[in-house]
């Protein structure tokens, strides 16, 4: 591929020098008229031709640039389809080909993953494709340009700084860039398979706030919450490359052990999303976003903003002991209208609400009926439960972990269900309610199975409110 590229340059360099001397050869004599005619008529068409192409050798006439092989305005979109057995990456880009897109993976822990680190080949006619097993975790996936090759560092630059569009973005290192998409695979967040990921070109340049980059610095936040997951839609007037921290909080320490946290990047228009994961939701906690300019090395950030935050302005700026500033918000998370015991995991998804009691709050080991105690944990469950309107609908599921047998692990989810709901519905106080009893096994795992923590989480009865 890198000698079809310099092939076509000699080729144009070529045609234009020949262009040149038929020029010169009309004004030489007199007797090659018709000769010159025809020359003149090439160099005409030609001089034409060339007219139609930017000095990139880009087509100013097509009106979508997706088209264009090699534009400067760089792009590149997939689909990433996650199957039971496979992870599969079909894309399409208008980089040269013979460019190679590198991925990288790490789990929540931001450990490399191997399985999910490769290369792929842009073709001639612009796609690529990569190939991964299925983990049964999360990994946090950049697929990224790679500028190795001398023929990509020659057309784009050796850090990219050719290189334009909203696929180009600004790293810490002055004068480089990088053309990147982030995102997330976890197999355990989608109950169905396959599903896919659809990765398209963002839109930066139209939604810049017009005081992008002032010291003066404001955040908007939208929180939208999923079971387990908490996704945030920020905007803001802060520079590309500012990194925001943000951490589940709980300050009047309802459930001390529930938190979580996750920092991202902002985009070029001020704009940048977080997802957290999160087992235990409720009503009075807060997620609390930082920005702490003495932690960075960007140093188009630190311009504008001061080694210490000294530059920074607003009612979000806060004050270290140092002296030195930072920014802060807080955004009330709103969680169930309903408590639990705090062993029992709270989360929610629009009007449905799920318990995950432990199994070990409710069942002796390999038993399905309840001990003693487990009626405590349950009767502080019915009491909240008797607060609900009328005509509640209810699911009650069993789960299990992989370990063992799993025709096994399904009799005895769905023994351990029935002994949930018989003890549900012969306490509660509601004058209508519809209980569905089911057992999973194995199969709807909420953690993974590699380590006994996830397997843990996985044995479990839920209690699921407002089934959707």
Not at 157 to 169: D, F, H, I, P
Not at 170 to 198: H, K, M, V
Not at 226 to 241: M, P, Q, R, T
Not at 258 to 273: E, I, T
């Amino acid at each position: 591929m890198k000698h079809r590229y310099f092939l076509y340059m000699l080729i144009s360099i070529i045609l234009v020098v020949g262009a040149c001397s038929q020029t010169d050869d009309e004004n030489s004599t007199e007797n090659d008229t018709e000769e010159n005619d025809i020359n003149d008529s090439e160099v005409e068409s030609e001089e034409s031709k060339d007219d139609k192409y930017n000095e990139n050798g880009i087509s100013d006439e097509t009106e979508d640039y997706r088209s264009d092989i090699g534009n400067l305005n760089i792009w590149f979109e997939a689909d990433v389809v996650i199957d039971e057995d496979k992870v599969t990456i079909e894309g399409e880009s208008n980089l040269l080909p013979g460019t190679e897109i590198s991925s990288n993976a790490s789990n929540k822990s931001n450990w490399p993953v191997s399985d999910y680190n490769d290369y792929a080949e842009i073709q001639d006619d612009g796609t690529f494709e990569f190939e991964f097993p299925v983990l049964d975790y999360e990994v946090d996936m950049k697929l990224r340009v790679d500028t190795r090759a001398d023929f990509v560092a020659e057309h784009y630059g050796k850090n990219l700084e050719k290189a334009e569009g909203n696929q180009v973005y600004q790293t810490n290192t002055i004068g480089e860039y990088e053309s990147r998409y982030e995102f997330a695979i976890d197999p355990l967040e989608i109950d169905e398979t396959p599903y896919t990921i659809n990765l398209t070109t963002p839109d930066w340049e139209s939604n810049v706030p017009s005081d992008y980059g002032d010291s003066n610095v404001w955040m908007d936040v939208t929180a939208t919450t999923k079971h387990n997951y908490l996704y945030f839609d920020g905007e803001s007037n802060l520079v590309e490359g500012v990194n925001i921290s943000g951490s589940i909080s709980d300050p009047r320490d309802l459930v001390s052990s529930a938190w979580s946290s996750s920092s991202a990047r902002v985009n070029p228009d001020g704009s940048f999303q977080m997802k957290i994961h999160y087992w235990d939701l409720r009503d009075g906690m807060e997620m609390i976003f930082t920005f702490d300019p003495s932690n960075t090395v960007w140093e188009h950030v630190i311009d504008t903003y001061g080694e210490e935050g000294e530059e920074l302005a607003g009612d979000l700026v806060k004050t270290f002991d140092d002296d030195s500033q930072y920014i802060e918000l807080a955004v009330d998370l709103a969680g169930p209208k309903i408590s639990a015991p705090e062993a029992v995991d709270l989360s929610m998804e629009e009007e449905e609400i799920k318990m995950q009691v432990p199994d070990d709050l409710l069942f002796d080991f390999d038993k399905s009926n309840l001990k003693s105690e487990a009626t405590d944990a349950l009767d502080e469950i019915i009491n909240d439960l008797n607060g609900l309107p009328t005509d509640v609908q209810m699911e009650i599921n069993g789960h299990t972990d992989n370990e063992g047998d799993a025709d096994y692990n399904l009799g005895l989810s769905e023994e351990r269900a029935h002994a949930v709901a018989d003890y549900i519905s012969d306490h509660i106080e509601l004058d209508s309610i519809t209980l569905d009893v089911q057992g999973f096994g194995e199969t709807k795992p909420i953690a993974s199975n590699e380590d006994e923590d996830g397997r843990q989480k996985n044995r479990r009865v839920e209690i699921v409110i407002n089934p959707k």
